[in-house]
């Protein structure tokens, strides 16, 4: 086990480089919150883009220079920040630029304000987009949602219905969400330390690679994504059940955090299977895993299905999640594969439509992906069954096991999902940097290359380069099922050994 961090080198070097990268960051967060007052996501710029402004030559340098000194600082210290509390201390520096600037990488915050106004009013708004509803703010919403129902659970309808109560005018709707988004954020902060010492994670690392990532300050935070309250939802569930696994009530209310972080985003869900391996207590039998798994299923249907009849939205939700998936972007692997079917057909005369195929086909292998990584992760937990000392060995496996395949799900979800946006990569960045004790380049470098693809008027970079984006991703594609396909037994046995110091 690795539950102890390493010590810092004593050499002198260590203390002055860390120095330069708080510092550096710091710089990098400023220039980003500049680049956000002067061409970021604010009301009334949705027709021109940015490059096309009086200060668009500006904007665009300081957003890049910005993103690549917050993604430079992050990365040189991937393997682990001097200590907790500087990590802790550096992550919270660099996002007070970001708290204090206006929206930024996305126009979604308006898109929330506006199903909460809609909500409201009395409208259904997985019934109703926002423009036909009739939202006094629909101008600052994108173009692409003004027409989509929302896509998002019942809890967070509620919850952007009471930011728009809250605030009465968009800017104080907006800063309300914002405020909402930073306390998922910080509830995450507070689960770090728990989960990272249950699966034997050095805390240092942890909460650096959750925290100071350049996705989590500027979407997280200045974007003020809802992915923030579901991940903070998600992580206090998850605490509750590591903590007190095999006792009804905490396991309960964990499944109650779980379910609301499901009606935030329906996402969440896949953790749900993985949390119940969490939830046992001593041998795995398929007896123990029903008795204290039920309880965390309780827990969930009943706050998911509460939310839902109480708010008068019923599961028409369900229904409005479909619609998340109709932008084509590359940056979405199953989707680039059907472009670039798409793109050969058109060369002989022929458009096949092919990208509705590979997404569907994508979500058969995605169910298939989740299946064989619970029962992987649940073969490895009834291995322990006949090692001595079981209990020890179980108690100190389960959270591990549980945390990394509830990651590595979210990680597959991503990566076989219709559509991708970069705070999607936070999802399995925030799991995965507390449960995996070997390698982390390989979901780090994903989240530090995605921190480019928007720029801060809510322009996706992809848009710009939709071919040559389908080609390389395919490309990718191939590399990864030629090469990474036989090499991931390997890696998933591999996992829990110690990193070098």
Aim: net charge positive.
């Amino acid at each position: 086990m690795t539950g102890a961090a390493a010590p810092p080198p004593a050499s002198a070097e260590v203390p002055v480089r860390a120095s330069v990268v708080r510092y550096v960051g710091l710089a990098g967060a400023v220039l980003l919150a500049v680049a956000g007052y002067v061409g970021g996501a604010l009301p009334g710029t949705t027709t021109v883009r940015v490059w096309h402004s009086d200060d668009g030559l500006l904007t665009v340098v300081l957003w890049l220079v910005g993103t690549g000194l917050l993604t430079g600082g992050w990365w040189v210290l991937r393997r682990g920040a001097p200590s907790t509390r500087w990590a802790y201390r550096t992550a919270g520096l660099w996002a007070l630029p970001l708290l204090a600037a206006p929206p930024m990488g996305s126009r979604d915050v308006y898109s929330y304000a506006c199903q909460g106004w809609s909500y409201g009013q009395g409208v259904d708004p997985y019934a109703t987009g926002v423009a036909a509803a009739g939202c006094p703010w629909v101008d600052a919403v994108a173009p692409v949602w003004r027409d989509t129902p929302a896509p998002y659970g019942p809890v967070f309808v509620l919850l952007a219905a009471l930011a728009v109560a809250l605030g009465g005018g968009l800017v104080g709707t907006v800063v309300v969400l914002r405020l909402m988004a930073a306390a998922g954020v910080l509830l995450v902060a507070l689960c770090l330390l728990g989960l990272a010492r249950a699966a034997g994670v050095p805390t240092r690392r942890a909460v650096w690679l959750a925290l100071a990532g350049p996705l989590v300050g500027v979407h997280l935070v200045g974007g003020a994504h809802n992915d923030a309250v579901m991940l903070g939802l998600l992580l206090l569930g998850l605490l509750v059940v590591v903590r007190f696994p095999g006792r009804p009530r905490p396991l309960l209310v964990a499944g109650t955090l779980l379910g609301l972080a499901v009606g935030v985003k329906v996402t969440a869900v896949v953790v749900l299977p993985f949390a119940v391996l969490a939830a046992v207590l001593g041998r795995f039998t398929v007896r123990s895993v029903l008795r204290d798994g039920g309880w965390l299923g309780v827990g969930a249907v009943v706050a998911l299905g509460g939310v839902s009849v109480l708010s008068g939205l019923g599961l028409g939700w369900v229904g409005g999640v479909r619609h998340s998936g109709d932008s084509e972007q590359w940056t979405s692997p199953p989707t680039a594969v059907g472009m670039v079917l798409d793109y050969g057909g058109e060369l002989v005369g022929w458009r096949p439509a092919a990208v509705p195929v590979v997404r569907g086909l994508a979500l058969v292998l995605l169910v298939v992906a989740l299946a064989a990584l619970w029962w992987r992760a649940w073969s490895e937990l009834r291995g322990l069954n006949d090692v001595r000392r079981r209990v020890v060995r179980l108690n100190a496996a389960r959270p591990r096991v549980a945390l990394f395949g509830a990651g590595a799900a979210l990680a597959v979800t991503v990566v076989l999902a219709p559509v991708f946006y970069p705070w999607y990569a936070t999802w399995p960045l925030v799991l995965l940097a507390v449960a995996a004790t070997r390698t982390t380049w390989w979901f780090v470098l994903p989240c530090a290359v995605a921190a480019f693809l928007t720029l801060p008027d809510g322009t996706n970079v992809a848009r710009l380069v939709k071919a040559p984006g389908a080609v390389v991703t395919t490309g990718l594609v191939v590399a990864v099922v030629v090469w990474g396909v036989p090499r991931l037994r390997r890696l998933w046995v591999g996992r829990d050994q110690p990193e070098a110091s």
